[in-house]
């Protein structure tokens, strides 16, 4: 079975790295942006539409507040960016929101923190496969007809990317993430020269269409509420941006500058698309509605069910470019690619920030070490196995999903910038020098303002989306915290419990005596080895056991005993309802209660098969008493194995992975440590 995972593995993942090789691993800055900084570049892709869907329920005449909501947004990155560039700087580990909230609030803050991007990175997989579904649907009937299927089939083909590891799925993924910001970029500008210069008219395919308000004139609370929900929608742009301050120990040297520069890149890129994007569906007459089929109309009458409304970005590019153009299609093919390649953001997030929780003795140890590739399998293969569980729940529906989002992430921003105002408090008062405290007093306002407006965000998102679905992230985060808690505490509890004492104990005591019990069936080659290594550990007392089930066999197997002169006493256990296992452990127990000082030592004899089906035509009562006498104490058992001759098969197989090299390993030569000359673009 081995052999024949280990080819396609390779195939798949290639071939394993040494340790020593990890600094082989590590981003320059123009692969880093694209590998941490592709979810928020992305949500340009949706999150002008979110804005215009909920305005749309006060009818067309709430568009005009859509500028003032981008500003909004721009101000809150602004200030989210300027407050995580303190963070990459302070804590340059990795630990990023996590770490700033568990050194300066505590571990109860910390431990929310986590749990809040745990959920987060689970819905950013989600969200952005199942929206990228969506898109490349309205090209391809069949991905609708099995979104679940396809979206599936996404997370898998991103999984085994990843399972490569961050510097090659980086490379992938650099491609499409640069010609879709190129795309916007280009399509901002063309419109901008058109619109400005030209004079030109341009006009959506929407734009001729008229919104049915669900609400019509709405003002007053209604209204500020409403604005607050079409806010709260489009801080779906700032989602992701914390993936930079938890991926730091990624980036090449110097590592925290490099972070710092590309957060500030990510961040500038991020907000013109942003508001390029809102200023040219405004301009062009974009009309959505959350409910197409019957809120849109034309010439009066609602478009019906057979209307597919298409995303906000891809309305705006027909306009631009025109519809079929080369510049459209090759912007509609990168906006697809670009959303599922959104994922990748929580593939490099979700298992690093799992490994520091399990080195923390938060989650399980399984998740600290590096795979093959150097890579978090296990953290990946976790993550993909949590979103393909929301993607069934939710049908791939990212209309559903993204009510669950948001929530998460400014709950970390808010605690891990609160954080950061403790962290500044506490080193000005130690800090005498008058440069360095200036320096700090700075950063302190930058992570206090950061703190003020992300906290008052949190609360909008909170009340605008809780019955939307936020309730369901919230008992995510819930889940995570007390699943993890208990997770530290069963920890805490083994490593005190198996603490080597200082002074003398019980366990430091040698046993008064060994007594050796030998398990039999009958006597063949692994009964008389077992046999022989018994007498060769000269325990004080030694006897042969056997169980008997059927009285032919036992008479049999006492006569041979008899005529073999075997100079080892044989004990008969009756068992009249035929059970094996549990005479014997009654036994071992009777002997550990009469000489309670004394060890016992159960030797079993095994057999050794070299192909997985013999497993299953051997009876496996060794396997059943190993695991019932584990919980005897002061029982110890020694397996005595006898190798069959089907044996000699499995150790060919393992002499053969041992010489077999991965496809282009003998080009490619053995691993040895190559001194690189450090890149001036790095």
Same mark, same amino acid.
């Given at each position: 079975?081995?052999?024949?995972?280990?080819?396609?593995?390779?195939?798949?993942?290639?071939?394993?790295?040494?340790?020593?090789?990890?600094?082989?691993?590590?981003?320059?800055?123009?692969?880093?942006?694209?590998?941490?900084?592709?979810?928020?570049?992305?949500?340009?892709?949706?999150?002008?539409?979110?804005?215009?869907?909920?305005?749309?329920?006060?009818?067309?005449? !709430?568009?005009?507040?859509?500028?003032?909501?981008?500003?909004?947004?721009?101000?809150?990155?602004?200030?989210?960016?300027?407050?995580?560039?303190?963070?990459?700087?302070?804590?340059?580990?990795?630990?990023?929101?996590?770490?700033?909230?568990?050194?300066?609030?505590?571990?109860?803050?910390?431990?929310?923190?986590?749990?809040?991007?745990?959920?987060?990175?689970?819905?950013?997989?989600?969200?952005?496969?199942?929206?990228?579904?969506?898109?490349? $649907?309205?090209?391809?009937?069949?991905?609708?007809?099995?979104?679940?299927?396809? !979206?599936?089939?996404?997370?898998?083909?991103?999984?085994?990317?990843?399972?490569?590891?961050?510097?090659?799925?980086?490379?992938?993924?650099?491609?499409?993430?640069?010609?879709?910001?190129?795309?916007?970029?280009?399509?901002?500008?063309?419109?901008?020269?058109?619109?400005?210069?030209? $004079?030109?008219?341009?006009?959506?395919?929407?734009?001729?269409?008229?919104?049915?308000?669900?609400?019509?004139?709405?003002?007053?609370?209604? #209204?500020?509420?409403?604005?607050?929900?079409?806010?709260?929608?489009?801080?779906?742009?700032?989602?992701?941006?914390?993936?930079?301050?938890?991926?730091?120990?990624?980036?090449?040297?110097?590592?925290?500058?490099?972070?710092?520069?590309?957060?500030?890149?990510?961040?500038?890129?991020?907000?013109?698309?942003?508001?390029?994007?809102?200023?040219?569906?405004?301009?062009?007459?974009?009309?959505?509605?959350?409910?197409?089929?019957?809120?849109?109309?034309?010439?009066?009458?609602?478009?019906?069910?057979?209307?597919?409304?298409?995303?906000?970005?891809?309305?705006?590019?027909?306009?631009?470019?025109?519809?079929?153009?080369?510049?459209?299609?090759?912007?509609?093919?990168?906006?697809?690619?670009?959303?599922?390649?959104?994922?990748? &953001?929580?593939?490099?997030?979700?298992?690093?920030?799992?490994?520091?929780?399990?080195?923390?003795?938060?989650?399980?140890?399984?998740?600290?070490?590096?795979?093959?590739?150097?890579?978090?399998?296990?953290?990946?293969?976790?993550?993909?196995?949590?979103?393909?569980?929301?993607?069934?729940?939710?049908?791939? +529906?990212?209309?559903?999903?993204?009510?669950?989002?948001?929530?998460?992430?400014?709950?970390?921003?808010?605690?891990?910038?609160?954080?950061?105002?403790?962290?500044?408090?506490?080193?000005?008062?130690?800090?005498?020098?008058?440069?360095?405290?200036?320096?700090?007093?700075?950063?302190?306002?930058?992570?206090?303002?950061?703190?003020?407006?992300?906290?008052?965000?949190?609360?909008?998102?909170?009340?605008?989306?809780?019955?939307?679905?936020?309730?369901?992230?919230?008992?995510?985060?819930?889940?995570?915290?007390?699943?993890?808690?208990?997770?530290?505490?069963?920890? +805490?509890?083994?490593?005190?419990?198996?603490?080597?004492?200082? $002074?003398?104990?019980?366990?430091?005591?040698?046993?008064?005596?060994?007594?050796?019990?030998?398990?039999?069936?009958?006597?063949?080659?692994?009964?008389?080895?077992?046999?022989?290594?018994?007498?060769?550990?000269?325990?004080?007392?030694?006897?042969?056991? &056997?169980?008997?089930?059927?009285?032919?066999?036992?008479?049999?197997?006492?006569?041979?005993?008899?005529?073999?002169?075997? +100079?080892?006493?044989?004990?008969?256990?009756?068992?009249?309802?035929?059970?094996?296992?549990?005479?014997?452990?009654?036994?071992?127990?009777?002997?550990?209660?009469?000489?309670?000082?004394?060890?016992?030592?159960?030797?079993?004899?095994?057999?050794?098969?070299?192909?997985?089906?013999?497993? #299953?035509?051997?009876?496996?009562?060794? #396997?059943?008493?190993?695991?019932?006498?584990?919980?005897?104490?002061?029982?110890?058992?020694?397996?005595?194995?006898?190798?069959?001759?089907?044996?000699?098969?499995?150790?060919?197989?393992?002499?053969?992975?041992?010489?077999?090299?991965?496809?282009?390993?003998?080009?490619?030569?053995?691993?040895?440590?190559?001194?690189?000359?450090?890149?001036?673009?790095?």
């Amino acid at each position: 079975m081995s052999k024949l995972t280990d080819v396609p593995k390779r195939i798949l993942i290639g071939r394993a790295l040494r340790s020593d090789r990890l600094g082989e691993t590590l981003l320059p800055k123009r692969i880093a942006l694209p590998v941490f900084a592709s979810d928020p570049l992305s949500s340009v892709a949706y999150a002008p539409g979110e804005v215009l869907l909920v305005l749309s329920i006060a009818g067309v005449s !709430a568009y005009h507040f859509s500028p003032w909501i981008a500003v909004a947004v721009v101000v809150l990155m602004f200030t989210v960016v300027a407050s995580y560039r303190q963070n990459v700087h302070a804590y340059p580990s990795g630990g990023g929101d996590y770490e700033v909230a568990t050194t300066n609030l505590g571990p109860k803050a910390g431990l929310t923190v986590a749990s809040a991007l745990l959920v987060d990175y689970v819905l950013t997989v989600a969200v952005s496969i199942s929206s990228g579904i969506e898109n490349l $649907g309205s090209a391809i009937p069949f991905v609708v007809e099995h979104k679940v299927l396809c !979206a599936t089939a996404v997370i898998v083909l991103l999984t085994l990317m990843n399972l490569r590891g961050v510097k090659e799925s980086g490379k992938l993924f650099a491609i499409p993430t640069y010609v879709f910001v190129g795309g916007v970029f280009i399509m901002v500008a063309w419109g901008a020269f058109r619109g400005l210069v030209l $004079g030109d008219t341009m006009r959506a395919p929407t734009a001729d269409y008229h919104i049915k308000a669900e609400h019509q004139g709405l003002a007053g609370f209604a #209204l500020v509420f409403l604005l607050l929900r079409a806010f709260s929608s489009g801080c779906a742009a700032l989602t992701g941006v914390e993936a930079i301050s938890n991926g730091v120990p990624a980036f090449r040297k110097p590592k925290s500058k490099n972070a710092a520069t590309t957060l500030a890149m990510m961040g500038l890129l991020a907000v013109t698309m942003f508001c390029g994007i809102i200023a040219l569906a405004m301009s062009t007459k974009v009309r959505m509605a959350e409910n197409p089929a019957t809120d849109l109309l034309h010439n009066g009458h609602p478009l019906g069910s057979g209307y597919v409304q298409n995303p906000v970005i891809s309305q705006v590019a027909e306009a631009v470019f025109g519809k079929g153009s080369f510049l459209f299609v090759v912007l509609a093919a990168a906006t697809a690619l670009v959303l599922f390649l959104a994922a990748n &953001t929580a593939y490099n997030g979700f298992p690093l920030l799992g490994s520091i929780l399990a080195q923390d003795r938060y989650l399980p140890r399984q998740l600290h070490t590096r795979g093959d590739r150097l890579a978090f399998s296990n953290g990946i293969v976790l993550l993909a196995g949590t979103a393909t569980l929301l993607v069934f729940i939710y049908g791939a +529906d990212s209309t559903r999903l993204i009510q669950l989002y948001i929530v998460g992430v400014f709950v970390s921003f808010t605690l891990s910038q609160t954080g950061m105002v403790r962290h500044w408090n506490r080193h000005l008062a130690a800090e005498k020098d008058q440069a360095k405290r200036s320096h700090m007093i700075r950063s302190r306002a930058i992570n206090a303002f950061g703190a003020f407006f992300t906290g008052l965000v949190l609360v909008v998102v909170l009340v605008t989306k809780f019955t939307h679905g936020a309730w369901v992230a919230l008992l995510g985060m819930c889940i995570f915290y007390a699943t993890m808690t208990a997770i530290r505490k069963h920890y +805490d509890r083994v490593a005190e419990e198996i603490a080597a004492p200082e $002074g003398p104990s019980d366990d430091l005591v040698r046993p008064s005596r060994v007594h050796s019990v030998v398990l039999i069936s009958k006597i063949h080659r692994p009964t008389l080895r077992a046999l022989a290594y018994a007498k060769l550990m000269r325990s004080d007392t030694l006897e042969a056991l &056997t169980v008997n089930v059927d009285p032919a066999e036992t008479k049999a197997l006492r006569e041979e005993w008899e005529r073999r002169g075997i +100079d080892v006493p044989l004990k008969v256990l009756d068992s009249p309802y035929r059970e094996v296992t549990r005479p014997v452990i009654e036994y071992v127990k009777s002997l550990r209660k009469e000489s309670p000082r004394d060890a016992v030592s159960v030797i079993i004899p095994e057999y050794v098969v070299g192909h997985w089906y013999e497993h #299953l035509l051997h009876n496996q009562s060794a #396997l059943r008493l190993k695991g019932r006498l584990l919980f005897t104490p002061g029982v110890m058992v020694t397996s005595v194995p006898y190798q069959l001759q089907s044996s000699e098969a499995a150790k060919l197989r393992a002499r053969k992975r041992q010489e077999w090299n991965a496809p282009g390993a003998v080009r490619r030569g053995p691993a040895v440590e190559r001194p690189k000359e450090p890149s001036a673009r790095d």
